[in-house]
């Protein structure tokens, strides 16, 4: 801070004992040295407070950035989920369609034989899981009878192709 040397010290405690003098310069001394002692730490505390601000400010800025990254793995995922959740829905719809087109072949066969079965649905699945949870009782077969076509089963839910449709027999009106 100063470049004081000894001797400029010498210089300057003579000139003190001439004039405060022998009696009053002990006094002065440890004054001045309280003094001294009470700057010295005011300035460490002010050092420390701005070291401990500029701190902060970079722990906010990591914050903030960790929050931007949050948000756009967050948005990333809700995009996903969103392109996703399209093809499951038109893939539910087409399920429901061919289990009501089934139960509508079993129902004309079976109304002789057995009371008519409640129309399949798939049920929707709960909450925020998205995996396909098929609600279908077992399917009543009746017994084969000579003018009967066999009924076309359900697509496989391992086909790639879920745009196609089922074919109905020949010989039976569509």
């Given at each position: 801070?100063?470049?004081?040397s000894?001797?400029?010290?010498?210089?300057?405690?003579?000139?003190a004992?001439?004039?405060?003098?022998p009696?009053?310069?002990?006094?002065?001394?440890?004054?001045?040295?309280h003094?001294?002692g009470r700057a010295q730490?005011?300035?460490?505390?002010v050092?420390?407070?701005?070291?401990?601000e500029?701190?902060?400010?970079?722990?906010?800025k990591?914050?903030?950035?960790?929050?931007?990254?949050?948000q756009?793995?967050?948005k990333?995922?809700?995009?996903?989920?969103?392109?996703?959740?399209?093809?499951?829905?038109?893939?539910?719809?087409?399920l429901?369609?061919?289990?009501r087109?089934?139960?509508?072949?079993t129902?004309p066969?079976?109304?002789?034989d057995?009371?008519?079965?409640?129309?399949?649905?798939?049920?929707?699945?709960?909450?925020?899981?998205?995996s396909?949870?098929?609600?279908?009782?077992?399917?009543?077969v009746?017994?084969?009878?000579?003018?009967?076509?066999?009924?076309?089963?359900?697509?496989?839910?391992d086909?790639?192709?879920?745009?196609?449709?089922p074919?109905?027999?020949?010989g039976?009106p569509?």
């Amino acid at each position: 801070m100063f470049d004081v040397s000894f001797t400029e010290l010498m210089v300057i405690g003579v000139i003190a004992l001439i004039v405060i003098g022998p009696e009053r310069l002990p006094k002065v001394a440890r004054t001045v040295g309280h003094l001294l002692g009470r700057a010295q730490r005011y300035v460490n505390d002010v050092k420390s407070d701005i070291q401990r601000e500029i701190e902060l400010d970079e722990l906010r800025k990591f914050k903030s950035e960790m929050e931007d990254a949050a948000q756009g793995v967050q948005k990333s995922l809700n995009e996903t989920q969103a392109s996703l959740q399209e093809p499951v829905q038109q893939f539910r719809a087409e399920l429901d369609e061919v289990a009501r087109e089934a139960s509508l072949k079993t129902e004309p066969a079976a109304a002789g034989d057995a009371p008519a079965e409640p129309e399949r649905s798939i049920a929707p699945p709960p909450g925020q899981n998205h995996s396909l949870d098929l609600d279908l009782p077992p399917m009543a077969v009746p017994a084969p009878a000579a003018t009967q076509q066999p009924a076309p089963s359900a697509p496989k839910a391992d086909d790639a192709a879920p745009a196609a449709k089922p074919v109905a027999p020949s010989g039976t009106p569509t």
